[in-house]
């Protein structure tokens, strides 16, 4: 597939500044639904792995949840995860997405987000 280069030339100084920019790369219903599917299962491994301390397999950690979040980009979302360019805050922004589509503050379905841009 042709991927869709949109990454901002912009250099974001705060988690604030770059969360619409983020969500802008997030528009996808399928890319927003394996996101929360990828950090979730990876929160839980992180917790399994910590209960029994089966600490020579948190290396399936980031595989799990970044797994999930690099199918989104790469064959629904078309375009090149923000993870590249803003590691940190891109990280921070698949557990803000997460928590804002639980508590109803986002939908999967991107057409109606407050907080798009």
């Known amino acids: 597939p042709e991927f869709k280069i949109t990454m901002s030339t912009k250099q ?6 770059f ?3 983020y969500l802008s790369q997030h528009r996808d219903y399928v890319n927003r639904l394996l996101h929360c ?3 979730s299962l990876a929160m839980l491994c992180l917790m399994y792995i910590i209960v029994t301390a089966s600490f020579t397999t948190i290396f399936v950690v980031p595989i799990i949840g970044y797994g999930f979040a690099w199918v989104g980009h790469f064959f629904f979302e078309q375009n090149k995860p923000a993870t590249f360019t803003y590691p940190l805050f891109s990280f ?13 503050q986002l939908s999967l379905d991107s057409t109606n987000d407050p907080k798009l841009v």
């Open 37 to 39: 599917i990828g950090t």
């Open 92 to 104: 921070r922004g698949d557990f803000t997405m997460l928590k804002d589509i639980i508590t109803g």
């Open 19 to 21: 969360y619409p920019f």
């Open 12 to 17: 974001y100084q705060t988690f604030e500044e």
